[in-house]
């Protein structure tokens, strides 16, 4: 069950988020038009998060997905999945992954608004200096390492 604070979080969102044309980044919306917002494919999943996470692989085409706790992390990793469920865990899993994330890499986030230890891990992520961009979509939240690119949150609907 879903605590009140969860459905503030999500209002809030809603409140301050913008739509594909409220970015001012070419790689932000780009990325929104052709992969979040895109219709749903003949075949693709119903799920939301299963399909994005299927899109996001077919754009960005990495070498492997990797997600923490899976057996020993490939070097270096380009795109890693991971579930906020357990904070504390997913937390630790990070801190061992983050010196194998480069330029290019991607992280994708779950489950960053299910609970206070959940949302301080989105915060601390957000505020490494190596990420450069985070993509926040309330039930998904996207981490990309860009090198050369200004350093942007956006909160997309």
Not at 27 to 32: A, E, N, Q
Not at 57 to 75: L, Q
């Amino acid at each position: 069950m879903k605590s009140a604070r969860f459905y503030l979080d999500y209002v809030q969102h809603l409140l301050t988020a913008n739509t594909r044309h409220g970015t001012h980044s070419p790689f932000v919306y780009r990325l929104v038009d052709e992969v979040i917002y895109a219709r749903r494919q003949p075949g693709e999943s119903r799920d939301r998060v299963v399909r994005l996470v299927a899109r996001l692989v077919d754009h960005f085409r990495p070498r492997e997905v990797y997600e923490p706790g899976s057996g020993p992390a490939p070097e270096p990793l380009d795109f890693v999945l991971a579930t906020g469920r357990d904070a504390g865990e997913t937390a630790d899993g990070l801190r061992a992954l983050w010196p194998k994330l480069h330029s290019g890499s991607v992280l994708l986030l779950t489950d960053s608004y299910r609970n206070a230890k959940a949302k301080l891990l989105w915060q601390s992520i957000k505020a490494r200096p190596e990420v450069t961009v985070t993509v926040d979509l309330f039930r998904v939240q996207l981490v990309f390492f860009r090198s050369g690119q200004a350093r942007e949150h956006f909160r997309i609907r």
